[in-house]
């Protein structure tokens, strides 16, 4: 059976460690694709030649042509800028937009039947733009945030309570801005629920609630660290796992940013909810129950979103 093959729609930072992590897990054959002519193909030489090292079978092409993505399976986006210190990830909103526009013509002509994963920020409404270009069925087309800020959540709780970040889960909901939803109740140590680690005296409420605003700011703080670009480890390997998840119609339990008609009282729109990946790509969204503190939260994220689709709404007016 042949290869899965795999387009990864700009060759960053992020798209260059996207395609190293799918070539090392032999997810399938994998095309970069990016406006900069060389950067791609020299991205995927570079990695082609790990091969022999590190024992991957995986075919490694790059490209400038929108036709060198024909028939991918899958299509993971990071296109565009990312925020320099300062900034947040709304600012990047006009320029990325312009972006997703060509990316999404891009796969509506060669990747009609592809899982779409979308990277780029704002990414909430960028990846409800991405669809609305592409025209793709929504269940295919869904963004990478929460497994991002949920495995920020794991990282610093596992710091705090000294146990492997394998056995913290935890969930963040909403959009993936500073109005993030991460959900204390629904976050545990091997079952044990956050509230009742408080409880146990494991940690305190005040040092949970600076772990929060710590994961709030996630992506800032590297930012701030790294002065010329955003994260792309931890990005790069979130979207990865999602991707993974459909080829091997895993069915796994992962927050993204899809689009939600119904459940959480929503009316047909792209947020951060929990969602079961399979291989129809989206293939249900979980409607947990929420807090009414929670609930307030919810909501106050799902308002930003929405003023950031207005507000692509009024920049784009193919989109209003
Ligand atoms: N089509 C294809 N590629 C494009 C286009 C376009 N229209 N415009 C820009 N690019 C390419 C750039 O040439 C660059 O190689 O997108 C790539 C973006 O890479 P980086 O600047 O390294 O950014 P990266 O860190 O990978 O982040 C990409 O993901 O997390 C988000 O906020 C981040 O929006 C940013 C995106």
Redesign the pocket.
Known sequence: MARPKIAL???????GTLAHLAAIKELGDVVL????EG?PQGKALDIAQSGPSEGFDAALKGANSYADIADADVCIV??????KPGMS?DD?LGI?LK?MK??GEGIREHAPNAFVIC???PLDAMVWALREFSGLPHNKVVGMAGVLDSARFRHFLSLEFNVSMRDVTAFVLGGHGDTMVPLARYSTVAGIPLPDLVQMGWTTQEKLDAIIQRTRDGGAEIVGLLKT??A?YA?ATSAIEMAEAYLKDQKRLLPCAAYVDGAFGLNGMYVGVPTIIGKDGIERIVDIKLSSDEQAMFDKSVDAVKGLVEACKGIDSSLA
Do not use: C, E, H
Request: net charge positive; glycine share 16%; no cysteine.
């Open positions: 729609i700009g060759a960053g930072q992020i798209g694709f990016d406006i900069a950067t990071t296109a565009g800028v990312p925020r990830r990047l990325n972006v060509s990316v990277i780029t920020n670009g955003s792309f990005p």
